[in-house]
């Protein structure tokens, strides 16, 4: 008799632990609710606010005229500035480069700029250029500069801009044929008078 109440006893004994055991597992195996929030939104990479436009400011001049190229960098962070950039712009070779704005440098057909732009803001870079005499009428001359952040990154933001090559007409080049002899007589008459003041000073002395 008291080896059957014993084995009862070893019996519910057992029942509990085991049932202890698999409480115990299926407490650790649940999830904590609560204790854990939402991921944290990963950082936005500063080139999401950095944008980079690129126009000439006479998209058609004819040869041997002028235009602007002028990029624009556009910080569109309102609290962090751009700072330690670089820009970088390619002049295809029938545009000749008279002039760099901004503190750019010139090196083999390419114009470096340093760029410095503060939060919220845009600067612009200008490279003024002439089209080449020999030209050709209808030409696309294309240039193109892109933005790196960081001097071994790959560029934040590229932009470009056509310059079409207007045909000389046959009005355009009346007008320069008026605009030449209108010079010749402003030449002229600018002569005459100078002439006529150095017959009137001789006079005079």
């Known amino acids: 008799m008291m080896h059957r109440i014993e084995d009862g006893r070893r019996g519910r004994w057992r029942a509990a632990g085991l049932a202890a055991a698999v409480g115990a597992g299926l407490v650790a195996a649940a999830p904590a609710v609560g204790l854990v929030g939402p991921p944290a939104p990963a950082p936005t990479p500063p080139e999401a606010f950095v944008a980079l436009s690129l126009a000439a400011e006479e998209a058609a001049p004819l040869p041997g005229h002028e235009t602007v190229l002028r990029a624009t960098v556009a910080n569109g962070d309102p609290d962090e500035g751009?700072?330690?950039?670089?820009?970088?712009?390619?002049v295809p070779d029938d545009l000749e480069i008279l002039e760099v704005g901004g503190g750019g440098v010139l090196e083999g057909g390419i114009v470096n700029w340093p760029v410095d732009v503060a939060a919220g803001s845009e600067r612009d870079y200008t490279v003024r250029v002439r089209v080449r005499e020999d030209a050709v009428g209808a030409e696309r001359l294309m240039s193109t500069a892109c933005l790196l952040l960081e001097r071994d990154a790959d560029p934040a933001a590229c932009a470009s801009d056509t310059v079409v090559v207007a045909s000389p007409?046959?009005?355009?080049r009346a007008s320069e044929a008026v605009d030449g002899a209108m010079l010749l007589r402003v030449a002229g008459a600018a002569l005459l008078v100078g002439l006529g003041w150095l017959v009137w000073r001789r006079r005079m002395a």
Do not use: M
């Open 82 to 90: 751009v700072s330690g950039a670089q820009l970088a712009q390619h």
């Open 169 to 172: 007409t046959v009005l355009s």
